[in-house]
């Protein structure tokens, strides 16, 4: 207990070690990205340049590539509809790209509700709440299987009744209604009653993604872990901080690598990090790096105090 | 192995509590959900579905609500529900035939656009679909009904003489002349809602309804006499003794005919 070290609030030692930009990089990528998808869709119908039509559900880019939402594709299957070959081969060429670089890359890169959830996240930790309702984090796929049934026994695409990304995506592009009163109402949610509670516990489509990407390439790698000086910011920004613990503090032995298809490959661990303990790398990259020599880092504990 | 009287194991009691919390859950969830999905089939009748879509029942299982049948419509008739302003299931594209009916592309374009069959690609000409049918609604105040020749919804439909055709009739009003009666046939109606779109009330007298409230249907086993004698040749039933007919001659009530003689009761005259 000696050893313990005080820490700067949450990302200063980050922002102190590299500066505000390489402790922002990947979330400026990622806003950029969410950015990019979204102007993709809007071009269209706000300046007339047409390079993608349609929404998230499914969408024609450049009058050649059909992509479809793997998980409505399947909502339909089971409803009852065989579809078209063309949404076949939409969601065939979605589901191989997230099963390749991450399931729930889309979570974090594309999905329009992210920077809502994000904001309301933001939000919770300056207003310093608690953390309110926790459900497990099976909950989701337990939402999921639900999703499927009802679709199944209803013979209607269920979750796109209620679906906020869709409808938010959508609604930017042909006219919100009152769409904007649900995104308010999950970043109230979020905000107070759940913290990271819709995209962490709730929603099914990333439920469905995590499964799709469970063996995915692109993984974040605690590959510096030896460095690590019990700081916790990763824990704090990581929107889904039990995939952490047995990457950066497994035995010398286990794998470095974060596995679990709940990791949404967002990179905020990677920026938070002061000692950059995490990086990307692909799944069969587990080396870690050697002990470094005593005087290049701040002195590391032997273990955890309890 | 009886578990009455042993409690169980604290991770099988754990087990067993969180399974249960998470079903009862997934059971309230998903209920509220059904009922969404059910209230979701219920279409306005003025709200309709571009051509070759599939049944309600059926489109709500087929459409991703992607609106790229709502991009490729060059007459932008066709929108995407919004949530809690349109009463159609949120996102599903339809049309308003008195907003913007449907040109009746001979390409169809909205069929070609969907990815998933929701509008059946089946579709390959626009005379065959069946978007509604019209149905002149409202006898009291159409123009043509009055005796005036409107004929708009006539001049109007891209299936002239044959989705609409003017009937005439007698006018008993004038006492001299005919009334032009607009008369649909549903047969040749494909629903694209020029009609209603055009008629000049300011609130249309022919209006597209779905197939579902603006047809009746005739029973199965209904034979009409007159259609079944002529595909024979011959009258349907064989053998029937042709009895004398009971024409106007000597010994009826009838002053004409010779040897006739004054009815017991004459109606009573009308007076003007």
């Known amino acids: 207990m000696t050893t313990r070290t005080t820490h700067l609030p949450l990302g200063q030692e980050a922002i102190a070690r590299k500066g505000w930009l390489g402790a922002h990089k990947y979330l400026l990528l990622r806003r950029a990205s969410q950015l990019f998808f979204l102007v993709l869709f809007l071009l269209g119908p706000w300046f007339g340049i047409w390079i993608v039509q349609g929404t998230l559900a499914g969408s024609l880019t450049l009058g050649v590539l059909p992509l479809t939402d793997p998980f409505v594709f399947l909502q339909s299957l089971i409803a009852g509809h065989w579809p078209e070959l063309t949404a076949v081969t939409g969601a065939a060429i979605v589901l191989v790209a997230y099963a390749l670089i991450g399931g729930r890359v889309y979570c974090s890169w594309v999905c329009p509700i992210n920077p809502v959830t994000d904001g309301a996240h933001w939000l919770h930790r300056k207003l310093g709440l608690q953390k309110g309702w926790q459900p497990k984090r099976a909950t989701r796929l337990w939402i999921m299987a639900t999703v499927l049934i009802v679709s199944g026994l209803s013979g209607v695409i269920a979750w796109e009744l209620v679906n906020p990304i869709t409808m938010l995506h959508r609604g930017l592009i042909f006219g919100m209604g009152f769409v904007w009163a649900m995104v308010a109402a999950i970043f109230l949610f979020d905000l107070f009653v759940s913290r990271q509670g819709w995209c962490g516990h709730i929603c099914p489509v990333g439920a469905f993604y995590g499964l799709v990407g469970t063996k995915a390439l692109l993984r974040v790698s605690a590959a510096n872990r030896t460095a690590c000086d019990d700081c916790m910011d990763c824990y704090a920004v990581c929107p889904e901080n039990q995939v952490i613990s047995p990457a950066l503090k497994g035995k010398s032995d286990d794998t470095p690598l974060i596995l679990s298809p709940d990791c949404t490959n967002c990179g905020r661990c990677i920026d938070v990090c002061a000692e950059d303990v995490f990086k990307f790398t692909h799944r069969f990259d587990d080396l870690t790096v050697a002990p470094p020599e005593p005087t290049a880092a701040p002195e590391p504990r032997a273990s955890r105090p309890f | ?272």
Not at chain 2, 52 to 78: K, M, N
């Open chain 2, 1 to 272: 192995m009886s578990l009455v009287g042993k409690p169980l194991a604290p991770n099988r009691r754990r087990f067993l509590q969180d399974a249960a919390r998470a079903a009862g859950g997934c059971l309230a969830a998903g209920s509220l959900l059904a009922y969404l999905a059910r209230d979701a089939r219920a279409l306005p009748a003025e709200a309709l579905r571009p051509p070759g879509a599939l049944p309600e029942q059926d489109f709500l299982s087929a459409c991703i609500r992607c609106g790229l049948c709502v991009r490729e419509c060059p007459y932008d008739t066709l929108k995407l529900a919004e949530l809690g302003v349109d009463a159609v299931a949120t996102g599903t594209p339809y049309f308003t035939a008195r907003d913007i009916p449907c040109e009746m592309c001979d390409d169809i374009p909205c069929v070609a656009a969907c990815p998933t069959g929701a509008l059946d690609p089946g579709l390959d000409n626009i005379d065959d679909a069946k978007m509604g049918v019209a149905v002149l609604v409202d006898q009291e105040n159409c123009l043509n009904f009055l005796g005036l020749r409107c004929d708009v919804c006539y001049r109007v439909c891209p299936v002239i003489d044959e989705a609409i055709t003017l009937e005439t009739q007698h006018n008993a009003r004038s006492g001299h002349h005919a009334v032009f009666i607009p008369t649909v046939h549903a047969d040749r109606c494909t629903g694209c809602g020029m009609c209603e779109k055009s008629c000049v009330l300011p609130e249309a007298a022919i209006k597209v309804l779905p197939a579902r409230l603006a047809r009746g249907s005739s029973a199965d086993h209904y034979r009409k006499g007159w259609e079944e004698k002529e595909a024979k040749g011959a009258p349907v039933v064989e053998g029937i003794i042709d009895l004398p007919d009971r024409l106007p001659g000597p010994g009826t009530d009838n002053l004409v005919a010779p040897g006739g003689f004054e009815p017991r009761f004459n109606l009573p005259e009308v007076t003007q």
